[in-house]
């Protein structure tokens, strides 16, 4: 009889489909938790000392039972992580925060960041960062943030951007991959040693609702260090939308009647126009008239049939360009309810 290694062994198993119990718990544990994750490496690239570098590395709940997040650790003091939501329901969507210390390190930095769950099982996920932190170039202040802003609006902030070493170092173009960002750089006050630049950046009001993370390239003439990354944030905020985003119709049974209720509020008085659903199991009772807030009921009646329910309902309102905002419902149909 030949004798195998433990790996070996497992590898031979895996190919003939039969799964060592610990080993196969151990892949799917943190295949799960992995899944939920749409990027786990960023790279800051280059960053001004004391600089605002954020990254938000976002996670969605894809499975029925609730997800919790433990506990989120850095290998590294470089950086900070935070969460923004520890308990998600299915569908809901939370970030784990990096916050690079620009202020405290300087030069290249890395740290991987663990995203401890214990439910519904337990894993680990690891997310990598990176970046070289910049000791010659500030900027005032320290990040571009507009704060909130209502849809259709638009904002511009000034920063100053100081290089200190060379009085001939000299911005050579700003870039970005944003199409709603305009830049402004005002000629260089240069002085034994130090260069700086005043920056106008305006934000139009065609930027797309929610949450504003973007960034500004710097070119220099630098050929050691030839690029320097700035950080834009802010939020815009929706012109409609709809509470709660996530809609759990629990467990009932195939024949059962449930509803639940939805806050539909706006920023201009509206009318609720249609309410979109491709499921014919789902009515709606609409208020009429025009007001900044709505209360809508959504029912939901079985037709017999066992079933797993995952629908987004779109709620199309009067407001120009016909503005909608979505939420999606989710649930069992079983033999017994709950």
Not at 98 to 110: D, E, I, L, M, P
Request: with cysteine; net charge neutral.
């Amino acid at each position: 009889m030949v004798n195998f290694e433990r790996r070996g062994l497992f590898l031979i198993l895996l190919a003939f489909g039969i799964f060592l119990p610990a080993f196969a718990q151990e892949l799917s544990a943190q295949n799960w938790a992995e899944k939920m994750f749409q990027k786990k490496n960023h790279d800051f690239r280059m960053v001004g000392r004391g600089t605002k570098s954020v990254y938000h590395f976002d996670f969605s709940n894809l499975y029925e039972e609730d997800v919790h997040v433990a506990a989120v650790r850095s290998s590294c003091g470089c950086t900070t992580p935070t969460v923004s939501q520890k308990t998600l329901k299915t569908h809901e969507t939370a970030s784990v925060k990096a916050t690079f210390n620009t202020s405290s390190f300087v030069g290249q930095k890395s740290a991987t960041i663990t995203v401890v769950f214990d439910r519904p099982a337990y894993a680990e996920v690891q997310l990598k960062v990176s970046g070289y932190i910049r000791t010659d170039i500030t900027f005032d202040p320290p990040e571009i943030n507009y704060g909130e802003l209502a849809s259709g609006t638009s904002r511009e902030q000034e920063v100053t951007i100081t290089h200190r070493g060379n009085s001939n170092w000299e911005i050579t173009d700003v870039r970005s991959h944003c199409r709603h960002l305009e830049v402004r750089l005002d000629p260089p006050r240069r002085s034994p040693g130090q260069v700086q630049y005043r920056m106008l950046v305006k934000i139009d009001d065609s930027m797309d609702e929610g949450d504003i993370r973007e960034r500004l390239t710097l070119i220099s003439n630098d050929p050691q260090f030839p690029t320097t990354e700035m950080a834009i944030a802010g939020r815009v905020r929706p012109s409609v939308s709809v509470s709660p985003a996530a809609v759990s119709l629990g467990t009932t049974s195939p024949t059962g009647k449930i509803s639940r209720r939805l806050v539909v509020r706006g920023e201009e008085p509206f009318e609720i126009m249609d309410v979109q659903c491709v499921d014919q199991r789902f009515q709606f009772k609409v208020p009429s008239g025009r007001k900044k807030v709505h209360l809508m009921t959504v029912e939901f009646e079985g037709d017999g049939s066992d079933d797993r329910i995952s629908q987004q309902i779109r709620i199309v309102t009067s407001l120009p360009g016909q503005k909608s905002a979505s939420c999606v419902v989710t649930g069992t149909v079983a033999g017994t309810a709950n």
